[in-house]
Structures are given as structure tokens and as C-alpha cells.
């Protein structure tokens, strides 16, 4: 699914530079569900936002689904963002003035689908997450976890290979986390290949593996058994 | 390539994007409608006042200069100082053949009478004309006709009268046309009655009588009251009145830089003043005019610029869920173009209604202080097409800020 070798990232400060990432070797399969631990400022956001093409890697190599992904034009970017890869955010990012519906349908539309097929297709991914009768209401009128929910039916729309969750609990209470790792999870038995960002242990636990990053490198790189999210729900 | 402009996605985009700023949309709209307004209704104005002023003079023929005899106030050649001037027709017919530019040389001769018909008197200004004069001054008639050739060959006894003498001699309704009234004892036969001009130069003049009569009946011979001359179109009338003077002094032998020997009125000179402060005005509506348009569209384009550093994570988030620099940059650009055409369109509407209102409370009426206020379609056309391209340019540079940062950034914005 992705290879990535000998990855670095420096963010200038001031006359300096900070070196984040110092030299990443990581490589995920179709279907895994990889998590990323560390401490705070360890670079995972880093990693992540590079791998979802938000940002750009200084030196090493990026290969996502037989493609290399180098000095792409912006242009290019966006339709691979598109095509490839659905976002989670921990703050949800949903457009505020767009109904639940609107949003999910948002990637659709700059896949340039026909607004019936799309606000059809938009309100099955909503159904999924189980928020059909909420679709025609604005983001301020959710919960945390039903925001969340419709943030993920939004990743899920345009159907991509790679989902990138950054901290996607991270603003949810224990209850609604364990709802939105089950669904999560569900996607992943779906076969959907999942990378997410998190600082707990017992969310990284319901991952399959986990990927412990430090100094800039990877120093700890494990398969665990998934526990499952639902029988905490 | 422009198919977007027929989707419902992009408005429906742009309309949400303008209902959810209700405030900047708002204030913007209202900077462009005033600026297109103000241009309106100054314009408007302009072109009223404008045409109020030529309709004032459109009878007169402007470029024209009034030249009469003084006293010298230098001696020469032998002559004392104070000797009275007096113009001939010999003066005329040469200024007509010598001076360049020269289009009508018109000699006149004015007196004050008294007229009297049934026991009605009354004092008028009496003038001797040739017809000429009813195309250098046009004669509105309410009735009959002015002077003609076969008048002054025969030196008729007619008279063309104002509607003043009108009034005062005749009675209400009655027709004054080959009626006779008694001018100084002797009868003359009414043949017109005109109008009085809204523009006065010098003393009223009441009556019209065949040049050649006047002539005969006051023992004028060769003497002239006073000139009129006219230029070609291009010939610069104050040019002309110099050389028609140096010539007169030359005629009548007067020292050359004898200021005072004639006296004169250039009509021309003090029109051109008037011309001048209509073009004055004119250029300072534009500019008035222009520069609010100016300001309008820079006000849209700084409420873009904020509202895009707003938007900055709305529009990291559409750039990760797949949105093209280009996609948005469109967005933003039909946005500007929207909201200047929408609010230019109105300015144009609510422009028009000032004009109509300006028309009904000053422009009604023979004396009214705007005639037909109005502007050009094409004047309207090009102030739209240029607001709709500053609004694009300007919808341009936040559409330019918000893309040309790597969508992480845009994203971190809180
Ligand atoms: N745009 C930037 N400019 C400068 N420094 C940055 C920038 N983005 C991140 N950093 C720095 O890089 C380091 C790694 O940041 P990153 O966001 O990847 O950490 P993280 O592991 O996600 O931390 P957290 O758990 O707090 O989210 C941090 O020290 C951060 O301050
Ligand atoms: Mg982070």
C-alpha cells in the first residue's frame, strides 16, 4: 500500500531548523491498521500530514499505492487527496455552514459527480454512520461524536484506498471514542487501510499494530491482537 | 470551460458562501451601488445642466463679438483726444472682406420710441435689422414672420414685435398680425410677434424694423450704431475682435493703441468661460464619480481579503478533501464578479430613478435647471464592464493568498 525510506523533515526557527522526522523507514499493507504513538512533539502529525500529501517531506522516498509521490503540482495533489485518501481530524473540520449532508457530499463534488447522484450516494455513507435523519442539520446542531461520525462518513465518500485518522478521539469522551474506534474498525474489516495518530493506550490497543516514533525515529514497530471496540459500547 | 457558470453548485456555493457573511456581503454590495450611483446622478446632472445651458444659448449664435464707437483717449495724426467715434458701413463691408475668420458682419442701429395704438403707449427699444440677424439670434414667432429681403429693398414700413409690446399694445387674444401701431407718428404694420429670449445681451430690444427704413426715416446714411460679427467655426472669436478693432482705428484714424476709442462685448469670450465650467464640471464628476467606484471595488476586494484569511480552514479542508487551487480560486472569483455585477446592476436601477426624480423636481419647464438628465448606455456599459474587471482582479489576490499555501498551513489556521 505505502512504502516510505529514509524520510526527513526540518521546520525552520528562526536562523535554525528543528529536524523532526530523521529518517523514516515504514512500509503498511493493504487492509492493516497501523496506529502512531509518541510523545507530544515527537512528529506524528508530521508524519501523517506528509503521507496525506498536505505537506512535503525534505529528503527520502514516498511511494503510495505504486506511485511515487515527489514535487507533485498542486493540482495533482488534490485529485490524488481525492482518489486516495479520506482525512479525520480531531477537530472535526466540518464547514459550518453546510448541512451534514453537504459536507459528506463535499468530496463528490470536486470529483465533479452530479449533485443527485452525489446527495444520494452522501446520504447512504451518512446512513452507514448511522446519522440519516440528522443530515439536514448544521454541524453546530451535533455532539462531538456525531460530528465525528459525519467527518468519517465525509473520508469514506469518495470511496479511497487510505484513511489518515489525527487524533480522531482526541476531542471525545471514553464512551464516544469506543463508537467511533468500532466504526473505525468495521471500515478496517471492510478491508480499508487505516493509519491513525493517537495518545492512548487502549485506542492504539484496538489497532492491529503500532508504531512507536521517538527522537525522529521509529523506535518501536509491533503487531498486537485488536481488541475490539464494541464490547465497551 | 465556462460550464460552471451554468451549474447550480456554483451558485448554490456562492450564495451560501455570501448568506453565511450576511455583513461583508451587505457592505460590500452597498459600497459598489453607492459608487455606481453617485457616478449616475452626477453624470446625470451634468449632462442636464449641460443641456440646460445650451438650450439657453443653442439660439444665439455663440462665437460672435458686439464692437460700437466711444470716444479716443489718445491723440493722432492731428486729432485731439475725446473725439467721438462713429461706425459706417463703409467699416463693416471692409472688416467683412479683410479680417480672416470672419463668417456674418452685421450693422445695427437702435433707438428709443414710443409706440401707441388706440390710446395704448408704451417706450420700447426700436432696432433697424437686416433678416440676417433671426439666424444669429433666432427669433421665436408665436405669430407671423421676421423681417425678409423684399422688407428691406423696398424699405417697408413692417415691424416684427416682442410678446412684451404684444401685451402692452393689443388686447388680450387679439391678433396682432397686419395690425397697424404708431411708432414715433409714423405708422408701421405689425408683421411678427417673438418670443423673449431667457438670455439677455444688453438692453432689451423690443422691435425690428427693415434696416434700409430705419436708415430713411432718421437720416442715418452711412452711420451704424454698432457691429455685430460672427466667426467661422474654428476661427478664434478674441482673435477676431483684435484684428476687427485694429482695423476700425486703422479706418477712422486712431492711434493703434487707443484702448477706449471701441467699445465691445466678445460673446463668444464669456461663453467660452461658461463652456468651461461646464467641461470643469464634467471632469470633476468623473472623477468624483470614479474614484467612489474605486473605493467600492478596493472595499470588496479588502472584505474578500479578511473574509478569505477567515476562510483560510475552510478552504485547507476543501483543498484535502480534493478541491484544486483552480476549483477555488474560481469559487472566490465568481463570488467578486457576483456580488459587483449584482450591486452594480442596482446602482444602475436606483441610478435611474434619481434621474427620473432630478428630471421631475428640476428638469420641467421652459427655464428648468436640468434638461433632460441623462446618460449614455455606453457610459453605463463601460462603468459596469470596469467594475465587473476590478471586481475579478481584485477577487483575484485573495483567491491567489488562499491557494498558494501548502493546505497544512491553511488547515493549522484557528
Ligand atoms: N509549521 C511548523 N513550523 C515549525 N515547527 C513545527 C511546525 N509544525 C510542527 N512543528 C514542530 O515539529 C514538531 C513535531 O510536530 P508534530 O505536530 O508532528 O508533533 P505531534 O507528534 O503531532 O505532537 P502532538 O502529539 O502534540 O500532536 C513539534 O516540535 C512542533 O513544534
Ligand atoms: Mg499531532
Same mark, same amino acid.
Given at each position: 500500500?505505502?512504502?516510505?525510506?529514509?524520510?526527513?523533515?526540518?521546520?525552520?526557527?528562526?536562523?535554525?531548523?528543528?529536524?523532526?522526522?530523521?529518517?523514516?523507514?515504514?512500509?503498511?499493507?493493504?487492509?492493516?491498521?497501523?496506529?502512531?504513538?509518541?510523545?507530544?512533539?515527537?512528529?506524528?502529525?508530521?508524519? &501523517?500530514?506528509?503521507?496525506?500529501?498536505?505537506?512535503?517531506?525534505?529528503?527520502?522516498?514516498?511511494?503510495? +499505492?505504486?506511485?511515487?509521490?515527489?514535487?507533485?503540482?498542486?493540482?495533482?495533489?488534490?485529485?490524488?487527496?481525492?482518489?486516495?485518501?479520506?482525512?479525520?481530524?480531531?477537530?472535526?473540520?466540518?464547514?459550518?455552514?453546510?448541512?451534514?449532508?453537504?459536507?459528506?457530499?463535499?468530496?463528490?463534488?470536486?470529483?465533479?459527480?452530479?449533485?443527485?447522484?452525489?446527495?444520494?450516494?452522501?446520504?447512504?455513507?451518512?446512513?452507514?454512520?448511522?446519522?440519516?435523519?440528522?443530515? /439536514?442539520?448544521?454541524?453546530?446542531?451535533?455532539?462531538?461524536?456525531?460530528?465525528?461520525? #459525519?467527518?468519517?462518513?465525509?473520508?469514506?465518500?469518495?470511496?479511497?484506498?487510505?484513511?489518515?485518522?489525527?487524533?480522531?478521539?482526541?476531542?471525545? +469522551?471514553? *464512551?464516544?471514542? /469506543?463508537?467511533?474506534?468500532?466504526?473505525?474498525?468495521?471500515?478496517?474489516?471492510?478491508? %480499508?487501510?487505516?493509519?491513525?495518530?493517537? /495518545?492512548?493506550?487502549?485506542?492504539?490497543?484496538?489497532?492491529?499494530?503500532?508504531?512507536?516514533?521517538?527522537?525522529? #525515529?521509529?523506535?518501536?514497530?509491533?503487531?498486537?491482537?485488536?481488541?475490539?471496540?464494541? !464490547?465497551?459500547? | 470551460?465556462?460550464?460552471?457558470?451554468?451549474?447550480?453548485?456554483?451558485?448554490?456555493?456562492?450564495?451560501?458562501?455570501? *448568506?453565511?457573511?450576511?455583513?461583508?456581503?451587505?457592505?460590500?454590495?452597498?459600497?459598489?451601488?453607492?459608487?455606481?450611483?453617485?457616478?449616475?446622478?452626477?453624470?446625470?446632472?451634468?449632462?442636464?445642466?449641460?443641456?440646460?445651458?445650451?438650450?439657453?444659448?443653442?439660439?444665439?449664435?455663440?462665437?460672435? #463679438?458686439?464692437?460700437?464707437?466711444?470716444?479716443?483717449?489718445?491723440?493722432?495724426?492731428?486729432?485731439?483726444?475725446? =473725439?467721438?467715434? !462713429?461706425?459706417?458701413?463703409?467699416?463693416?463691408? *471692409?472688416?467683412?472682406?479683410?479680417?480672416?475668420?470672419?463668417?456674418?458682419?452685421?450693422?445695427?442701429? !437702435?433707438?428709443?420710441?414710443?409706440?401707441?395704438?388706440?390710446?395704448?403707449?408704451?417706450?420700447?427699444?426700436?432696432?433697424? +435689422?437686416?433678416?440676417?440677424?433671426?439666424?444669429?439670434?433666432?427669433?421665436?414667432?408665436?405669430?407671423?414672420?421676421?423681417?425678409?429681403?423684399?422688407?428691406?429693398?423696398?424699405?417697408?414700413?413692417?415691424?416684427? @414685435?416682442?410678446? +412684451?409690446?404684444? *401685451?402692452?399694445?393689443?388686447?388680450?387674444?387679439?391678433?396682432?398680425?397686419?395690425?397697424?401701431?404708431?411708432?414715433?407718428?409714423?405708422?408701421?404694420?405689425?408683421?411678427?410677434?417673438?418670443?423673449?429670449?431667457?438670455?439677455?445681451?444688453?438692453?432689451?430690444?423690443?422691435?425690428?424694423?427693415?434696416?434700409?427704413?430705419? !436708415?430713411?426715416?432718421?437720416?442715418?446714411?452711412?452711420?451704424?450704431?454698432?457691429?455685430?460679427?460672427?466667426?467661422?467655426?474654428?476661427?478664434?472669436?478674441?482673435? @477676431?475682435?483684435?484684428?476687427?478693432?485694429?482695423?476700425? %482705428?486703422?479706418?477712422?484714424?486712431?492711434?493703434?493703441?487707443?484702448?477706449?476709442?471701441?467699445?465691445?462685448?466678445?460673446?463668444?469670450?464669456?461663453?467660452?468661460?461658461?463652456?468651461?465650467?461646464?467641461?470643469?464640471?464634467?471632469?470633476?464628476?468623473?472623477?468624483?464619480? #470614479?474614484?467612489?467606484?474605486?473605493?467600492?471595488?478596493?472595499?470588496?476586494?479588502?472584505?474578500?481579503?479578511?473574509?478569505?484569511?477567515? =476562510?483560510?480552514?475552510?478552504?485547507?479542508?476543501?483543498?484535502?478533501?480534493?478541491?484544486?487551487?483552480?476549483?477555488?480560486?474560481?469559487? @472566490?472569483?465568481?463570488?467578486?464578479?457576483? @456580488?459587483?455585477?449584482?450591486?452594480?446592476?442596482?446602482?444602475?436601477?436606483?441610478?435611474?430613478?434619481?434621474?427620473?426624480?432630478?428630471?421631475?423636481?428640476?428638469?420641467?419647464?421652459?427655464?428648468?435647471?436640468?434638461?433632460?438628465?441623462?446618460?449614455?448606455?455606453?457610459?453605463?456599459?463601460?462603468?459596469?464592464?470596469? &467594475?465587473?474587471?476590478?471586481?475579478?482582479?481584485?477577487?483575484?489576490?485573495?483567491?491567489?493568498?488562499?491557494?498558494?499555501?501548502?493546505?497544512?498551513?491553511?488547515?493549522?489556521?484557528?
Amino acid at each position: 500500500m505505502l512504502q516510505i525510506h529514509q524520510l526527513h523533515k526540518s521546520y525552520p526557527i528562526g536562523d535554525s531548523s528543528l529536524h523532526v522526522l530523521k529518517g523514516i523507514d515504514l512500509s503498511v499493507e493493504e487492509g492493516e491498521m497501523v496506529a502512531i504513538m509518541g510523545s507530544s512533539g515527537s512528529g506524528k502529525s508530521t508524519l &501523517l500530514n506528509i503521507i496525506g500529501m498536505l505537506d512535503e517531506a525534505d529528503s527520502g522516498e514516498y511511494i503510495l +499505492d505504486g506511485l511515487t509521490i515527489k514535487d507533485l503540482t498542486e493540482k495533482k495533489a488534490a485529485v490524488y487527496r481525492n482518489k486516495f485518501l479520506g482525512f479525520i481530524f480531531q477537530s472535526f473540520n466540518l464547514i459550518n455552514y453546510k448541512t451534514a449532508l453537504e459536507n459528506v457530499a463535499l468530496p463528490l463534488y470536486y470529483q465533479g459527480m452530479k449533485r443527485k447522484e452525489r446527495l444520494e450516494l452522501a446520504m447512504f455513507h451518512l446512513e452507514k454512520v448511522g446519522l440519516a435523519e440528522w443530515s /439536514h442539520h448544521l454541524p453546530k446542531e451535533l455532539s462531538g461524536g456525531q460530528k465525528q461520525r #459525519v467527518a468519517i462518513a465525509r473520508a469514506l465518500a469518495a470511496n479511497p484506498k487510505l484513511l489518515l485518522a489525527d487524533e480522531p478521539t482526541g476531542a471525545l +469522551d471514553t *464512551k464516544t471514542s /469506543h463508537e467511533i474506534m468500532a466504526f473505525i474498525q468495521h471500515l478496517n474489516d471492510e478491508g %480499508k487501510t487505516i493509519l491513525m495518530v493517537t /495518545h492512548e493506550e487502549d485506542i492504539a490497543n484496538m489497532c492491529k499494530r503500532i508504531i512507536r516514533l521517538r527522537d525522529g #525515529v521509529i523506535m518501536e514497530d509491533t503487531k498486537v491482537n485488536q481488541v475490539r471496540a464494541e !464490547q465497551y459500547v | 470551460m465556462f460550464r460552471f457558470l451554468f451549474e447550480r453548485d456554483t451558485w448554490q456555493e456562492v450564495l451560501d458562501s455570501l *448568506k453565511k457573511n450576511k455583513l461583508r456581503s451587505v457592505l460590500t454590495m452597498v459600497g459598489v451601488w453607492w459608487g455606481i450611483l453617485l457616478l449616475i446622478g452626477l453624470l446625470g446632472s451634468a449632462r442636464g445642466l449641460e443641456n440646460s445651458f445650451n438650450r439657453l444659448f443653442g439660439d444665439f449664435a455663440t462665437n460672435s #463679438v458686439f464692437i460700437w464707437g466711444q470716444r479716443t483717449s489718445k491723440p493722432f495724426q492731428g486729432f485731439q483726444e475725446g =473725439r467721438g467715434v !462713429q461706425l459706417s458701413l463703409t467699416d463693416a463691408k *471692409k472688416i467683412e472682406e479683410n479680417v480672416e475668420g470672419i463668417e456674418f458682419v452685421l450693422p445695427r442701429n !437702435q433707438r428709443q420710441v414710443s409706440a401707441t395704438r388706440n390710446f395704448q403707449t408704451g417706450s420700447f427699444q426700436m432696432v433697424g +435689422d437686416y433678416p440676417l440677424l433671426d439666424k444669429l439670434q433666432k427669433k421665436n414667432l408665436l405669430n407671423g414672420r421676421f423681417l425678409n429681403e423684399n422688407d428691406i429693398k423696398d424699405n417697408k414700413k413692417v415691424v416684427a @414685435i416682442s410678446e +412684451d409690446v404684444y *401685451k402692452q399694445l393689443f388686447e388680450k387674444d387679439e391678433n396682432a398680425i397686419g395690425q397697424y401701431i404708431e411708432i414715433n407718428d409714423i405708422n408701421f404694420k405689425v408683421i411678427g410677434v417673438f418670443e423673449i429670449s431667457n438670455v439677455r445681451m444688453g438692453p432689451s430690444q423690443d422691435m425690428h424694423i427693415p434696416f434700409t427704413t430705419y !436708415q430713411q426715416i432718421y437720416n442715418q446714411g452711412d452711420r451704424i450704431g454698432w457691429l455685430m460679427i460672427t466667426g467661422k467655426p474654428g476661427f478664434d472669436i478674441k482673435q @477676431i475682435e483684435v484684428d476687427s478693432k485694429l482695423l476700425l %482705428k486703422n479706418l477712422n484714424t486712431i492711434h493703434p493703441d487707443d484702448n477706449r476709442a471701441f467699445g465691445s462685448f466678445n460673446l463668444g469670450k464669456e461663453f467660452a468661460k461658461l463652456t468651461g465650467f461646464l467641461i470643469g464640471m464634467q471632469f470633476l464628476t468623473w472623477f468624483v464619480g #470614479v474614484a467612489t467606484l474605486i473605493a467600492g471595488v478596493f472595499a470588496i476586494g479588502n472584505i474578500l481579503l479578511i473574509a478569505v484569511r477567515e =476562510r483560510t480552514k475552510e478552504i485547507g479542508v476543501r483543498r484535502a478533501l480534493g478541491a484544486t487551487p483552480f476549483e477555488i480560486k474560481r469559487q @472566490i472569483v465568481v463570488e467578486a464578479v457576483f @456580488i459587483t455585477l449584482v450591486a452594480g446592476i442596482l446602482g444602475i436601477i436606483s441610478g435611474g430613478w434619481i434621474l427620473i426624480a432630478l428630471d421631475h423636481f428640476f428638469g420641467q419647464g421652459d427655464d428648468a435647471a436640468l434638461v433632460n438628465a441623462s446618460v449614455s448606455i455606453a457610459v453605463v456599459f463601460i462603468a459596469l464592464v470596469i &467594475l465587473v474587471i476590478l471586481g475579478t482582479l481584485i477577487g483575484l489576490i485573495p483567491a491567489f493568498k488562499a491557494t498558494s499555501v501548502k493546505p497544512i498551513e491553511a488547515l493549522r489556521e484557528e
